[in-house]
């Protein structure tokens, strides 16, 4: 009894201690890899490697990802799938990172992280020389820099586009989609004096405070000439132009332009009632093309780029980047396979099988895609317009901040002057910090 | 915690006792030098048994809680405007973190705070009312009483989060809420109206849990005692207030304490039902996970060792003015003397 006591007693023991061992070495390690120069690290090292994003629905990710294990049978390539929520996979990847743990080689970033990854330098510097880059879209390129240097290569990009009711806008006798906001109230005027359009609203967007409502801003603002941060990454937010934008909306929250209710809209909200019938014109991303065409509304919409204040608007870049890990082993083979997955051909595969929009310019332009995407020039045209969100280390922050005061704003809290004004105020701060 | 615990007080309790009893079972022959070593190793046997519990106690409850303080001693990195990397160490800034809550960026904190314990009061008190008549109806004999019963229970038994989406759903600004009251109240917005919607749906979920703890308590009150107070002429009401609530009472405390404990880190509701950095219901567990997602480690910390000590009073004051019997009869840190006073009571009690 009493030897059978202390064995237990000294398993446990062994356990607790091996346990804070575990522990401190997770915790301790704070001091290593401090001298990085700015120069693209080596890539050593071959054998099999993973490749961590989110959950697949469509399979196309583990397609792809066959057809290089079939090439490379000694460097057999993980699908490790992350939870489809964005914030979740951004945690468990900062977290993975953190623990300097070599879990995950090859992470799929999505396109605004790029500057906090890098300047935390949870990703490698990659070789921009060994990237096709200019066959790709500028704007999407300029997504996965951070001073200058290549921290990703694209795989995906997004733009918004705004679906409307050709049906309607035909019947009213509005002959071509509006490029700026006074020609999209002017047909709504119109629209709405139709009979079948006596409850429509005009126009939503995605207007919940969440990342949705950064993107929406951000586009109101850019659509009229503004700025949130300017070309060297300095707020420049409370200026005129910027008013404009904000203006826009908050102003079509007031006169009905955008109904009431939008302002608890996400995408899938917008894209209900707009499927529904509610509204004439919606701004989302092209995922919704095909959905809408199985819906009431099929046949009976069309996409146009983005309007703006006195000219064609310009959309924020979402899009999905790939990067590799510092903490990763096997450099050489992730090098290899992010170049594969990046390829032409894998997104032509993405494109076709996934519907994903990508980073390369002439497959907007192929003549059988279109034909099955119709969206596509529309989109490259707001991809090439397009102004990313403000790239900056503190991007979490920089976004709270936004969805604070421009919720405020479109709430009627503040006054869109008064909202920008500490808008700016705050972002300054947070630009101090750095 | 809680449902831990009796086995490992079994074996610790009354250290003084339990050897008392065992050398009076082993009968007056045994000599008293004897009985003091049947002491001593009896002793020394519970604390080997209790050893691998109380190390594994520290290894996951107690070396957690000690990082996070110091965790919480430390800053946020910094960004060398030179290379453009964040630096790989974090400051030590002492009590910097907790000395920020009562200056000028403290604001969003006391938000969080205050809305912490709202919710906790309210919900907290709506679902003792609701619990305590749910457990009434529960208690009564009638036919399809087993029905009522698991339906009330339902609520308690569907996942917070998939509970959140459902009222999600509910409050949508098209959705059965709105239906119901005939007007258009945008619920998932900032303002007074998330909060009640928070309420209602997280009195909806949880009240069940008081009523089934409560149901509990009635169920071991004798029948005898209320024919007798019958035949005194009470009146029902009277009947409640002077013998259900009063025998109910240790049952009906230990719920409210649990639940207090519960709505004070109050997390997934608000979080899916109104979203995340919504003001008007951020508690401060969303706090501590919103400024750990975004990499400031030393701050969360700071906020999750406040919401613990909060948590912590909380749960004292309950043990110790209300005299709530937590873990079986050897409560908290009363003393022995409490415990003995307690089990006292239970003998009463029982008797």
New interface residues.
């Given amino acids: 009894m009493n030897a059978r ?2 064995r ?2 000294q398993c ?2 062994v ?2 201690a091996a ?2 061992v575990l ?1 401190a070495c997770g ?1 301790s390690d ?5 001298g ?1 120069s ?1 120069s693209p690290s080596a890539f050593t090292g071959r054998g099999p490697i993973t490749f961590a994003a989110a959950k697949d629905s469509s399979g196309v990710v583990q397609k792809v990802i066959d057809g290089w294990n079939a090439q490379h049978p000694k460097e057999k390539v993980t699908f490790v799938q992350l939870p489809a929520d964005v ?1 979740q996979q ?2 468990q990847m ?1 977290q993975n990172a953190e623990t300097k743990s070599d879990a995950y080689t090859v992470l799929s970033l999505d396109a605004v992280w790029t500057s ?1 990854f ?4 949870w990703i490698d510097q990659l070789p921009a020389a060994q990237f096709p880059l200019d066959e790709m879209l500028k704007p999407v390129v300029e997504t996965v820099k ?2 200058d240097n290549l921290y990703a290569a694209p795989q995906s990009s997004d733009g918004g586009i705004l679906y409307y009711r050709s049906d309607l806008l035909k019947k009213a006798g509005v002959s071509a989609a509006p490029t700026t906001w006074a020609e999209m109230k002017a047909a709504c005027a119109k629209v709405e004096r139709l009979p079948e359009a006596k409850d429509m609203s005009c126009y939503a967007g995605q207007f ?3 990342e949705g409502l950064t993107v929406n801003f951000s586009e109101a603002v850019n659509s009229a000439g503004g700025v949130v941060t300017d070309a060297n990454g300095k707020p420049d937010v409370d200026t005129p132009a910027a008013k404009k934008g904000l203006d826009f909306l908050v102003d079509s929250f007031k006169d009905g332009t955008i109904p ?2 939008a ?2 809209y996400q995408e899938e ?1 917008g894209r209900q009632a707009f499927q529904s019938g509610k509204l004439i014109f919606l701004r989302n991303w092209p995922y919704v093309y095909s959905l809408a065409q199985k819906s009431e509304v099929a046949g009976k919409l069309a996409v146009a780029p983005l309007p703006g204040l006195t000219g064609a608007g310009s959309s924020t870049l979402g899009g999905h980047n790939v990067a590799l890990s510092s903490f990763a082993r096997n450099k050489a083979t992730a090098l290899d396979f992010i170049k594969f997955f990046t390829s032409h051909d894998s997104a032509t595969t993405f494109l076709k099988e996934g519907s994903a929009a990508p980073p390369y310019a002439d497959l907007y332009d192929d003549r059988t895609l279109v034909e099955q995407y119709p969206y596509l020039p529309v989109l490259k045209k707001a991809i090439l317009n397009a102004i990313p969100r403000p790239r900056v ?2 991007y ?2 920089v976004s ?1 901040a936004i ?2 005061e421009a ?1 405020a704003a479109l ?1 009627g ?1 503040k006054s869109s002057a008064q909202a920008l004004k500490e808008l700016q105020a705050d972002l300054q701060k947070l630009s101090a ?2 | 915690m809680a449902t831990r615990t009796p086995p490992e007080t079994a074996a610790n309790r009354h250290p003084g006792t339990a050897p008392r009893r065992a050398g009076r079972s082993a009968g007056p022959m045994r000599s008293r030098r004897g009985r003091k070593s049947a002491t001593a190793g009896s002793g020394r ?1 519970a604390a ?2 209790v ?2 519990t109380l ?2 106690l ?2 996951v409850v107690l ?1 957690p809680t000690i ?1 996070a303080l110091r965790e919480s001693l430390y800053g946020t ?3 060398d ?1 030179k ?8 400051p030590f800034v002492g009590l910097q973190n907790y000395a920020d809550i009562f200056g000028e960026a403290g604001e969003r904190f006391w938000n969080a705070f205050w809305n912490t314990t709202f919710f906790a009061v309210v919900t907290v008190g709506l679902e003792t009312v609701i619990g305590v008549a749910m457990a009434l109806i529960m208690h009564r004999a009638f036919s399809g009483r087993a029905l009522v019963r698991a339906s009330i229970l339902i609520p308690w038994a569907i996942p917070t989060a998939i509970s959140g989406l459902l009222w999600r759903w509910i409050f ?3 959705g059965v809420a709105n239906a119901l009251i005939g007007q ?1 109240v ?5 303002g007074f109206h998330a909060k009640v919607a928070v309420i209602i749906a997280e009195v909806w979920k949880t009240a069940p849990f008081i009523g089934l703890l409560v149901l509990a308590g009635l169920q071991v009150i004798g029948k005898e005692v209320y024919e007798a107070a019958r035949m005194d002429g009470a009146s029902p009401l009277r009947q409640f207030w002077h013998i259900t609530l009063p025998l109910v009472k240790p049952a009906l405390l230990v719920a409210v304490l649990f639940r207090c404990l519960d709505a004070l880190r109050m997390f997934d509701l608000p979080y899916l039902l109104v ?4 003001n008007s219901v951020e508690t401060l567990s969303m706090l501590a996970q919103n400024e750990a ?3 400031r480690f030393g701050p969360a910390a700071a906020y999750a060792v406040v919401l613990f000590v909060y948590v912590l009073l909380i749960a004292l004051g309950f043990v110790r003015l209300l005299g709530a019997d937590v873990v079986g009869d050897a409560g908290g840190p009363g003393g022995k003397k409490r415990r003995r006073a307690s089990l006292r009571g239970r003998v009463e009690v029982s008797a």
């Fill in positions: 006591t202390t237990v007693l446990s023991a356990l607790v346990g804070l522990t915790s704070e001091s290593s890899s401090s990085q700015k914030n951004r945690q900062i906090e890098a300047a935390h330098q951070y001073r919940q405070k969440y009431k209710e302002i608890t909200e280390v503190q979490g922050d709270s969805q604070q919720y709430n809290d910090q750095q | 046997m080997l048994l050893s691998p190390l594994v520290t290894v070396y990082m990195k910094g960004l405007p290379t453009g990397f964040i630096s790989d160490t974090e949508n600004s098209d258009q945008l619920w998932t917005t900032e979203g995340s950095q919504k997602s975004n990499v």
